[in-house]
């Protein structure tokens, strides 16, 4: 007799942007049942690429539907908590992207509903899902950089013209700047690596662009064990660029490249020899298309089927948002 195949989950996407429509094409191996998002045509158009997929404007219509098990949560930051909130009280799984709120107050208040309710809250911080981040990961985990001493990340772009006039220029919308914005994912993936931060110290500043929040930020995060994180985001970078290095006391891993405008994507692995010297290098490449959004959601069902707690989950996103809130504190941002 074969095996019953799991239940197949009916999902809602709330938010229909760019990356909604990422998220909505990841959803392999679930069924999207609503498009939703304030500007109708666009959660029209979503819809239309998705068999059996109704487009609404008004997340509580998807919230009331019983036949609804999660929702992805892709809109504004400043959207994301409440949204999330609701849908956890209303008993649906949430995935909610990155940063998930525009403090970490808002997630602890998630997190106290997620408690009472039982659903699973997944934070939306894809790049664990990369394939080169997943072979740092393995390396690692075998033990192959022996004990990890500190790590240093760089990520940034250009952005274009107009920026300082979208939204994530706007504080009541962001929550602040580069650092929530690409710096939360640094932070992330400094965590999956090292552990927790006991010592948290850095700076951001305005260099370029015209608006009140950070278009750069320079943290240093050291572990109780004193292994360092040192890492900076930017929004001057003007040729986009991702780069982590994570030193361990026998080999150093590099991850450098995202795919696409960030370059192609790499993992080169720096093995420290007897007599030192030159090290032995093995380099992986990862020329396809990009997985890690599909992978991400297949992990959140499997949270969802095999009752998983999901990592990243709310306690790492709280984790991430006090650092940021942190580091905004120290140096007075954003600006009034």
Known sequence: MSKASPPQL????????????????????????????????????????????????????VLRDAAIDAVVVSTLNASLAPISLAAVRAGKHVLVEKPGALNAAQLRE????????????????NH????????ARELIDAGAAGPL?????????????????????DPKLSGGGELID?????????????GDFTAINGHCATYFWDMPVDDNAFLSLRTAAGQTAWLH???TEWKNLFS???????AKIAVDGLGGSYGPERLTFYKMLPQM?????????????????????DAFIDDILLGHEPSPGLREGIQTLEIVETIYRQCGYPKA
């Not at 909604?20 to 679930?30: E, F, I, T, V």
């Not at 001493?149 to 939204?167: Q, T």
Request: hydrophobic share 40%; proline share 4%.
């Open 10 to 61: 009916q999902f809602a996407q709330i938010g229909c942007g760019l990356i909604g429509r990422k998220r909505a094409a990841a959803l392999k191996n679930a069924r999207l049942l609503y498009a939703c998002d304030l500007d109708a045509a666009r959660a029209a158009s979503l819809a239309a690429t998705m068999p059996g997929c109704r487009a609404v404007a008004d997340y509580t219509t």
């Open 110 to 125: 998630i997190a106290t509903a997620a408690v009472k309710t039982g659903v699973r809250v997944r934070l939306g911080y």
């Open 128 to 135: 664990r899902f990369h394939p080169a981040l997943r072979k």
């Open 149 to 169: 001493m500190f790590l240093r990340g760089r990520y940034g772009h250009g952005g274009r013209k107009g920026y300082d006039r979208e939204w994530r220029a």
């Open 182 to 194: 690409q710096g939360v994912h640094l932070i992330d993936l400094a965590g999956w690596f090292l």
């Open 233 to 235: 985001v930017s929004c």
């Open 244 to 250: 982590l290095e994570i030193y361990g006391r026998d």
């Open 277 to 297: 010297g030159p090290p032995e290098t093995k380099v992986w490449e990862y020329p396809h298309s990009d997985d890690s959004w599909s992978l991400e959601t």
